[in-house]
């Protein structure tokens, strides 16, 4: 599996029932992903600041539609640099990721100013259905 780390907001404002597109993917060319090891690392590096709850999205690559390549990391100038040790090489996707390859969606939690893996990764269709979903599965 591979992970997608997103605000709640810019998930589901940019996911339009067939594919979720970061608004960054016609910059970039392609949708940062992590490996399991590197989630909490990249997590800390980018989402300090975040207002609102940060979501997790697992995706299945082999239901990937678009191409992903492991590659050498392609870090933005908002963030830290710790998440480099992690991982020699990161996923990316060269193109929306179609909502039927994303299989589970969890909260990151935060506890002593460090993000934690979520407690739950629940089925897209679910979350997306259930009433103040992040905020439900965050309580948990």
Known sequence: ???N???ESD???RLDGQVYAPSDLPTTGFVHCALRASVIPVANDY???ASGPVLLLEIDPGRLRSEIRYEAAAPLAT???SHLTSASQFPHVYGPINADAITGVGVLDRKAGSYEWPREL???DAFLSAPHSARRLATR
Do not use: N, T
């Open 1 to 3: 599996m591979i992970y």
């Open 11 to 13: 998930f589901r404002s």
């Open 5 to 7: 780390i997103v605000l």
């Open 79 to 81: 963030g830290g640099s």
């Open 122 to 124: 629940m089925p897209l």
């Open 47 to 49: 989402f300090q600041g």
